[in-house]
């Protein structure tokens, strides 16, 4: 069945950029069915949606965070990635990547990555 | 942004009993409202979608209901399983989530 995994590094520099791949296995992620996404969570606290792509390469973001991320996709290799810019400690979190319910821009979603923990400290 | 309200905040409940959670909207969100459960260490993982309808293999103890900007989501009997956190989540206007209720052993 499709699975999702998150990578990158566990540690980012203060005003540095955050940058993390979600590896898609079991299925495609040019498939028009769905869209993908990135979610995150800081420690004891609640979810917040970053953003989504589509595997066309559209992209949807967080009004409060879109000055600051980017999203791209890699059909050749069943990826798509984040990039979080100017990171402080605030964007101290569990990033999770995912997979929405159907063909919809903004949906739930119903496959999730494990998710990685991010650490922004010097 | 729509604000999602989840209350209450924990739900003391012994097992066998009956959760009743609920969450608000800020403004109308027609019937775009999801349901996750997250436990320690885990991804959330989606229960109900559009207000009423169960994902694909969940139980059918879980049910939600509601439109607007009202909507519950019902367990009709506790499970050992289902002590943890519920978020709910609107796509009516990009994506937000609520702030949760711990569902925890009294």
């Known amino acids: 069945q499709l699975q999702l995994q998150e990578s990158g590094p566990g540690l980012v520099k203060p005003s540095e950029t955050l940058s993390l791949t979600c590896t898609v296995s079991?299925?495609?992620?040019?498939?028009?069915?769905?869209?993908w996404g990135w979610i995150r969570q800081p420690p004891g606290k609640g979810l917040e949606w970053i953003g989504n792509?589509?595997?066309?390469?559209?992209?949807y973001y967080n009004p409060s965070l879109k000055s600051r991320v980017t999203i791209s996709v890699d059909t050749s290799k069943n990826q798509f990635s984040l990039k979080l810019s100017s990171v402080t400690a605030a964007d101290t979190a569990v990033y999770y990547c995912?997979?929405?319910?159907?063909?919809?821009?903004?949906?739930?979603?119903?496959?999730w990555g494990q998710g990685t923990m991010v650490t922004v400290s010097s | 942004e729509i604000v999602l309200t989840q209350s209450p905040a924990t739900l003391s409940l012994s097992p066998g009993e009956r959760a009743t959670l609920s969450c608000r909207a800020s403004q109308s969100i027609s019937s775009y409202l999801a349901w996750y459960q997250q436990k320690p260490g885990q991804a959330p993982r989606l229960l109900i979608y559009d207000a009423s309808n169960r994902a694909t293999g969940i139980p059918a103890r879980f049910s939600g209901s509601g439109s607007g900007t009202d909507f519950t989501l019902t367990i009709s009997s506790l499970e050992p399983e289902d002590f943890a956190v519920y978020y709910c989540?609107?796509?009516?206007?990009?994506?937000?989530f609520g702030g949760g209720t711990k569902v925890e052993i009294k």
């Open positions: 989540q609107q796509r009516s206007t990009w994506l937000t």
């Open positions: 995912g997979r929405s319910l159907a063909a919809r821009i903004y949906d739930a979603f119903d496959i």
């Open positions: 079991g299925g495609s992620i040019s498939s028009s069915s769905y869209y």
């Open positions: 792509i589509y595997y066309s390469g559209s992209t």
